[in-house]
């Protein structure tokens, strides 16, 4: 299966700041996807990040919180903006290739102060 | 909609067996199988598509229930590296490749 190498692996950010989490992978993959997954909690989809187009949010997400880009094939960056204590969570990238079985990335575990 | 796994938690000795299931009140497509240890990604344990079939990985193995939209894990002869958070994915109907995952069973082996 596709490496795929996330950065940073944690951070800690005051509050009202944004952080940028990269994800690439080391093969081109069709599908990349953003988790989000809170303390002991189960993994919610943030959104599909589309090659050369703009993201396909869930519900709950939108594209001013969280903007994300993917440029190519192996790459997408999720943004946290404006963050808030409320933010602290572990976010992960995840790619497939269509009708494969998705991957994930080692995730970006992030605490907001 | 989040489907409901069962149990929550299990506790087990090694050697024992035992069944995670997961269950979505909507027409699936597949159902996606992960197991994630503390502080690690969810790791893929396997796939079953729609058409009731059933898959084997080691010790390992699931069904899927088409008419019912349930899937079962069963974990057999259990080893202390079976321990972790078992996560059920479902796919709906239709095939979009978004899943969405239940809330997870920590399954925890003992020697």
């Known amino acids: 299966s596709a490496v795929i190498s996330q950065k940073p692996s944690r951070d800690i950010c005051q509050r009202g700041t944004s952080l940028t989490i990269q994800c690439q992978v080391d093969s081109q993959v069709t599908m990349m996807f953003w988790y989000r997954q809170q303390p002991g909690q189960s993994l919610t989809l943030i959104a599909t990040a589309n090659q050369g187009s703009e993201a396909t949010y869930e519900s709950g997400f939108v594209i001013d919180k969280f903007p994300i880009s993917r440029p190519n094939l192996t790459f997408s960056t999720l943004t946290v903006s404006n963050m808030s204590p409320e933010d602290s969570s572990i976010y992960l990238c995840s790619v497939s290739l269509g009708n494969q079985p998705q991957h994930f990335g080692d995730g970006t575990r992030l605490s907001i102060l | 909609q989040q489907p409901v796994q069962s149990p929550q938690a299990v506790i087990l000795r090694e050697g024992e067996d035992a069944v995670i299931n997961c269950s979505s009140s909507?027409?699936?497509?597949?159902v996606h199988w992960y197991r994630q240890k503390h502080g690690e990604a969810p790791v893929f344990l396997m796939i079953?598509?729609?058409?009731?079939e059933q898959k084997g990985h080691d010790k390992i193995s699931a069904s899927f229930n088409e008419k019912k939209q349930q899937s079962s894990l069963y974990l057999t002869a259990s080893q202390l590296s079976y321990s972790g958070t078992y996560f059920c994915g479902t796919e709906p109907g239709g095939s979009n490749y978004k899943l969405t995952f239940g809330k997870g069973t920590l399954l925890t082996v003992n020697p």
């Open positions: 079953l598509l729609k058409g009731g």
């Open positions: 909507k027409a699936l497509y597949s």
